[in-house]
């Protein structure tokens, strides 16, 4: 749900700033709203909300800025960083302080570790490693896995601090 939230958003957006019709674009926008606020378990028709805004788009598929269809990758991306922002919105302030501390932390022993001359390229490759699980895992909102991540790199920092 959080890719076609996502991609409805960017088609939507597109629609309404590119298109010469005022009202298509008002429309675009009101599927936008439609699409954030639906049920996440109504995929079908957020589905449908996506299939008519890149309908829309393609439309306008001779414009510069038109949005294409992402790669995978890129696509992940996006859908990564769309939940991120949504989900943080809805935390607990006690849940957005850990994040935010844990992240904190992560940067810390990362940032530290990276300074350290005498690390051989199998531990700097596990320390980047480390890091990078941390931070999806603090993004995907898994404490275990980002609490693990953060204890493995302060293992590491202690020992190459000694």
Known sequence: MAELRQRGGALAAFVAACGDDEERGRQARELAGRLLASDPGNLDAAHEIVRTLADWADDLADHPHHPGVPRPDEADRLTRDHVKDV?????????????????????????????????????????????????????????????????????LRELYEA
Not at 103 to 116: M, N, P
Request: hydrophobic letters at 40%; a positive charge; glycine letters at 6%.
């Open 87 to 155: 989900l943080r919105d809805r935390l607990t302030a006690p849940a957005r302080d850990w994040l935010s501390g844990t992240k904190l932390s992560l940067d810390v022993c990362f940032f530290a570790l990276r300074r350290v001359r005498r690390l051989d390229p199998q531990t700097r490759e596990d320390v980047f490693y480390a890091y990078g699980r941390g931070t999806m895992a603090l993004d995907l909102g898994n404490r275990p896995a980002a609490a693990r991540e953060l204890a493995r790199l302060r293992e």
